[in-house]
């Protein structure tokens, strides 16, 4: 963890991606709190970057419209269906947090349409489009915006969770990997400190991240 707060430069697009139980949130949680600094009273380092979740934003009816996939009966629905509404609260994340706040600050984001296109190509989605239709379909809601680093984690630390985190899900996210490599950093399998240390000497040698001190 950081001895001083960081800062990274209004406009930076930070994503971590991968599987559940990889260490995704726990680091991006050590991030967070390495914004403060206590040795200057609680000030928040300026401008603090923002932390977010895709796809439950945070305003707008994008909260709605996750909760709503997290509750209903998919016995009763298409996969289709689920992805089409994560694609709705996707966009009102894009549209409501992430541009709005890339204007003044930078993002940190749990996930991003990368998820859509591992976990949700497969069975039915897979026989109706191809896969460059379908990594354009979950790309609709970014507006073309990319990201300056995506931090893609595969090495699971806790049981599995029953998400359908399986082979079909690894493979699609080394296509993304593969085809995205000049932004992408995968995060070998270390103790929680080195993973941050890994993490940010990425964001060093990438010139997106610096300390107070620097």
Not at 20 to 32: I, M, N, P, V
Not at 54 to 81: F, M
Not at 97 to 123: F, H, K, N
Not at 190 to 202: D, N, Q, R
Request: glycine share 8%.
């Amino acid at each position: 963890m950081f001895d001083l707060p960081f800062i990274m430069a209004p406009g930076k697009l930070v994503v971590f991606e991968g599987l559940d139980a990889t260490g995704k949130s726990t680091q991006l949680d050590r991030f967070e709190r390495s914004c403060y600094a206590p040795q200057l009273g609680r000030e928040l380092v300026n401008p603090l970057p923002m932390f977010t979740h895709q796809p439950s934003g945070a305003t707008g009816i994008g909260p709605d419209i996750y909760s709503l996939t997290e509750q209903v009966d998919w016995t009763k629905a298409s996969p289709l269906t689920r992805q089409y509404l994560h694609l709705a609260a996707h966009s009102e994340h894009y549209q409501h947090d992430i541009i709005p706040a890339l204007q003044e600050r930078s993002v940190w984001m749990d996930r991003c349409w990368w998820s859509t296109v591992a976990y949700g190509y497969r069975g039915e989605v897979a026989d109706m489009f191809s896969w460059d239709e379908w990594i354009t379909f979950a790309q609709v809601p970014t507006r073309g915006m990319r990201p300056d680093v995506v931090f893609l984690f595969l090495e699971r630390y806790g049981a599995e969770d029953g998400r359908g985190d399986d082979e079909t899900t690894v493979q699609n996210y080394r296509w993304l990997a593969d085809e995205h490599a000049p932004y992408v950093e995968v995060v070998p399998r270390l103790g929680v400190g080195e993973t941050t240390a890994f993490i940010s000497g990425k964001l060093y040698n990438r010139g997106l991240l610096k300390t107070l001190e620097n």
